[in-house]
């Protein structure tokens, strides 16, 4: 026989790694251990079974025609061993042997390997509360925890459902309570939802959207302790703001490595916790490997580790894992941080670095608001987007991206990641072959105008205010004009509700700009700003001090504050 390799962890990484390091090298011995009952399984389908999109959450765990991958699986097709219900103890570098414990037997052995991949995974943030081991608190990570939370959605002894975290998991699994008729509750430590992967002005449209659906937001608002009732099930959960009424709680605060065995053996961790590891995804010991939830990524804006566990980036681990236990020297450039998911028809995606981060790390920036439909607006079925790009200024590297909206975001968003990682620009995005056909996309896709703005403010044919930026004036009382360049028919059906507004359409803005005072700052603004930066290179034409105008970037579709919209 070959090399023995022993593999911890049944699920994504670890299956992918020996799988493909089996298909490579044929003589390799192969063993992977779980100490869970499930393997090889599509956890981040979890949510969608709960909604019902499909009965049996076993279908998570099936090829696509069908087949369970379960351990006799694994052991005729793929030609690896695997044993469930059991858990690497300890880890023996030295004489290179997993002290294993079977968990129905209770009986302990030592395993010897040639090689080691720990795929160890995440698991589940649960803050010492109090009271947050009474019934009805779930998280949500396994198949057991996806059962468990759909028999207490039809057992619940009351319909109010409270979301703790309005990261991913939280966001996703709102749809599913609410379709089923709980009243739904999302708390929120942080001031608004998504707050790892958006920027505030990006994630108010989808807090405006999901109030207009039912469901109650408290952000900026700490849970401090859970009640039950007489049977001991919760009953509220208790905040520094409201008390909230709850017969269901779903704990969505977020994950952490699972990387103690690691640690308990020595091997060097990094700095969230995860598992340190170099380009092959060797660990610090060179006969150690690790991958998915459990390690770091290298972060490709920044160079430095990140955390982000997803389900993506352990399976491309566990391929570049498995050619290397083949002898081969494959090597993982790292993440850019790109996310996707739907709320109640809102497509969200992100990629990159958001503003908020990049001005954390130093960088100085240039950001864009490009809203506006994902097809031509004649075209039945477009619906709307609002694309942020943010890119450094002196450089025009492609920092990251945001997009919500009703519309298709993935392919815009994957385009911007695919330019990440390959280091390019702004210049370099305004130029892509992308493809084109009204039923697609419009002449010139969304990305691509989201880059020609930035393009305009480097080059001085523009300057623009993001909408935190105005709005931070108008806060302040800022003396300033907020020039409405829309048809009276546009402006009749929204406006924003604000006193230093006048109103002069595009088309009368050459013979009226005389209206204007000269000692004022204009900030000309539109629906999607379009011909706000029209009006703005008009009203410099017409000889107004280029240092006091400025439009609003992304105009009123994109600003996510108080609009007076008739019904």
Not at 71 to 100: M, P, Q, S, Y
Not at 158 to 185: Q, Y
Request: proline share 6%.
């Amino acid at each position: 026989m070959g090399k023995k390799i022993v593999v911890i962890g049944g699920v994504a990484c670890g299956m992918k790694a020996a799988c493909r390091a089996k298909r490579i090298d044929p003589s390799l011995e192969i063993l992977v251990l779980e100490r869970d009952s499930d393997i090889s399984y599509g956890a981040c389908g979890l949510p969608f079974y709960l909604e019902g999109q499909f009965q049996d959450i076993h279908d998570l765990t099936t090829t696509p025609v069908g087949v369970i991958r379960d351990v006799n699986f694994f052991r005729a097709v793929k030609g690896v061993e695997v044993r469930i219900r059991t858990e690497a103890i300890r880890i023996d570098r030295k004489d290179k042997k997993v002290l294993v414990r079977d968990l129905e037997t209770g009986k302990e052995e030592g395993i010897p390997y040639d090689k080691l991949v720990i795929a160890t995974g995440s698991r589940p943030v649960r803050p010492p509360i109090p009271g947050i081991d009474l019934a009805g608190i779930h998280c949500l990570k396994t198949l057991h925890d996806g059962e468990a939370i759909k028999k207490a959605m039809a057992q619940a002894p009351r319909k109010k459902a409270v979301i703790i975290g309005a990261g991913l998991i939280g966001m996703e699994c709102i749809e599913p309570l609410l379709k089923d008729g709980f009243e739904v509750h999302v708390v929120e430590k942080l001031p608004y939802v998504l707050p790892a992967l958006l920027d505030e002005e990006m994630a108010a449209p989808i807090m405006g959207h999901l109030r207009t659906k039912g469901v109650h937001l408290h952000c900026g608002t700490s849970v401090t302790r859970f009640e039950g009732d007489e049977t001991g099930h919760v009953a509220r959960v208790m905040t520094d703001g409201p008390e909230i009424e709850a017969g269901l709680v779903i704990l969505a605060i977020g994950f952490r490595p699972n990387a103690d065995i690691a640690r308990d053996a020595g091997i060097e961790l990094g700095p969230f916790g995860g598992i340190k590891v170099d380009a092959h995804l060797r660990t610090s010991d060179p006969d150690i490997y690790a991958g998915g939830d459990c390690v770091e990524s290298r972060f490709l804006v920044t160079g430095r580790p990140l955390y982000a566990p997803m389900g993506s980036t352990a399976n491309k681990h566990g391929r570049i894992i498995g050619e290397n236990l083949a002898g081969w020297q494959s090597t993982f450039p790292g993440i850019s941080g790109t996310a996707v998911c739907r709320v109640l028809g809102m497509n969200i995606a992100r990629t990159g670095l958001t503003e908020r981060d990049a001005k954390k790390e130093g960088l100085e920036v240039t950001t864009s608001m490009a809203p506006g439909p994902d097809k031509p607006h004649y075209m039945k079925d477009s619906r709307p987007i609002i694309l942020k790009l943010i890119a450094e200024t002196h450089t025009g590297r492609i920092l990251g991206a945001q997009i919500v909206g009703a519309g298709e975001g993935l392919s815009r968003i994957d385009t911007v990641a695919s330019l990440i990682t390959m280091g390019g620009t702004i210049d370099d995005l305004a130029n892509v072959d992308m493809g084109y056909a009204p039923p697609f996309s419009p002449a010139l896709d969304n990305v691509i105008t989201a880059a020609h703005i930035i393009q305009n403010k480097r080059n001085g044919l523009a300057k623009a205010y993001s909408p935190g930026e105005l709005k931070a004036k108008l806060d302040a009382k800022e003396q300033f004009i907020l020039l409405d360049v829309r048809t009276p028919k546009e402006i009749d059906e929204m406006r924003l509700p604000y006193e230093n507004i006048l109103s002069i359409p595009l088309g009368k803005l050459r013979e009226r700009a005389g209206e204007l005072p000269r000692d004022k700052e204009v900030v000309p603004f539109c629906k999607i700003s379009l011909r706000g930066y029209e009006a703005a290179r008009i009203l410099l034409e017409k000889g107004l001090d280029p240092e006091k105008v400025t439009f609003l970037d992304g105009g009123i579709v994109a600003w996510p504050y108080e609009k007076e919209i008739k019904k």
